[in-house]
């Protein structure tokens, strides 16, 4: 026997211990395609299986469920990577995944810019991948995925030729999973400030110390939505952050837009942004807490023909669900309460756990509180570069709506 016969005979001989046997009794989410397998699913798990170790996992009967990675010190003990029981979990096995993401993109027509890798969505859960032109931002956000990095960094030197990437592990839930908080160059250092080009604007991106993967590509079509409402409107947006949707608005043919941001920083970057686009006599950027701001401006009189909010997530977990709904309702109903007649609140929601529906009915509280009535324009999610998957209900996060406001 050679050597390598013999390291693949010990390789195939430990998948084969790492065997895991779920209890009688569990929903239907697993058998119906969710990766998710729960501590309190599990009947049994053999001895020997190391935090992030690729486990077999099999229902009561025996039959085969899929293979995933195990994380004791998570809640979500195992996420699954595939239920295909022949496909062998290795470095090759992530290189095909990633390459099968990049296919998919170029498909549906999300090339220079977009989420190359979305988690779950793509059967990589709680990888996330963006690609910004020739640079490439990772995140890594469970034990499982985080053991694979060097793979994904190979992945991405194969089939790109990037010009840097750059790990952005700086997320609080990595804490769940035991891991470290941090961030740093994957390729030789570059310069982390780049230039990105969206629906023919420019924008400046911070991949170093922007928010999350330093700039939100998940609203690149609802950016594009807006462009006709805003025509010769006074605009005002709230969590601006770069000023992505503001500039926007400015390029489209308003007449005055005005973003605001608690954050000097994103306001500094707003306005760079504006300079970038030559777009700084229409557009401009103030530091202001919106719930407060928005308050005080409905109190003062001030009116506008076109509100936008787009508030970062406001819960992340079911104990705390009340008060997002209550700080949308809020945030909503101080926004409509500066629209004239007939003009536009456009409004979104990124949290996770309020559900399409739920945002409508509390869009519908707020409009009803302001006693104004409104009338639906758009209602979409995420754009396609982050796919929906059915049964998977943590894909489909992002709520974008745009209303009349009579
Ligand atoms: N619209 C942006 C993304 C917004 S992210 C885009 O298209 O890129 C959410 C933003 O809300 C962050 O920049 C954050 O700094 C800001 N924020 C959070 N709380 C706030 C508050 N109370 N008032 C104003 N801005 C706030």
Request: net charge positive; glycine share 8%; hydrophobic share 40%.
């Amino acid at each position: 026997m050679s050597l390598r016969q013999l390291v693949e005979t010990r390789i195939n001989y430990l998948a084969l211990m790492n065997k895991v046997y779920l209890k009688r009794k569990i929903s239907n989410r697993i058998s119906g395609g969710h990766p998710w397998i729960f501590g309190n699913e599990i009947e049994r798990v053999d001895n020997g299986i190391n935090p992030g170790d690729i486990v077999e996992v099999f229902f009561s009967d025996g039959k085969f469920v899929g293979k995933g990675y195990i994380n004791p010190k998570s809640q979500i003990l195992i996420r699954l990577l595939t239920r295909d029981r022949k496909q062998q979990i290795n470095e090759q096995f992530f290189i095909d995944r990633i390459a099968g993401c990049w296919e998919y993109r170029k498909k549906i027509g999300y090339v220079e810019n977009c989420r190359l890798v979305f988690g779950e969505s793509d059967e990589m859960p709680q990888l996330i991948i963006d690609k910004f032109n020739d640079y490439f931002v990772i995140q890594t956000l469970a034990l499982g995925v985080d053991l694979w990095k060097g793979s994904f960094v190979k992945a991405i030197n194969e089939i790109f030729k990037p010009r840097g990437i750059y790990e952005r592990n700086d997320a609080p839930v990595r804490e769940l999973e035991g891991l470290p908080q941090q961030k740093g160059f994957l390729s030789e250092p570059f310069d982390t400030k780049i230039i990105i080009n969206e629906n023919g604007l420019k924008f400046y991106v911070d991949l170093e110390n922007g928010q999350k993967t330093g700039y939100f590509l998940d609203q690149q079509d609802n950016r594009r939505a807006i462009t006709k409402i805003v025509k010769g409107a006074e605009v005002l947006g709230a969590f601006t952050y770069t000023g992505a949707f503001e500039i926007h608005a400015a390029h489209s043919g308003a007449k005055s837009v005005l973003g605001i941001d608690i954050s000097e920083s994103a306001v500094k970057q707003a306005g760079e942004n504006a300079l970038l686009n030559n777009l700084q006599e229409v557009v401009r950027f103030e530091t202001a807490n919106a719930f407060n701001t928005l308050k005080q401006w409905a109190k003062d009189g001030r009116q506008y023909d076109v509100v936008m909010l787009d508030p970062p997530a406001f819960t992340k977990s079911r104990e705390t669900i009340q008060r997002a709904i209550a700080g949308y309702k809020e945030i909503n109903l101080r926004g409509i309460k500066l629209i004239r007649p007939r003009g536009f609140l456009i409004t979104s929601s990124c949290t996770n756990l309020v559900s399409p529906e739920l945002f409508l009915q509390i869009i519908d509280m707020a409009a009803k509180d302001a006693k104004r009535k409104i009338r639906q324009v758009v209602f979409q999610t995420q754009s396609p570069d982050h796919p929906v998957i059915r049964g998977i209900e943590s894909t489909q996060y992002l709520k974008f709506l745009i209303v009349e406001v009579q």
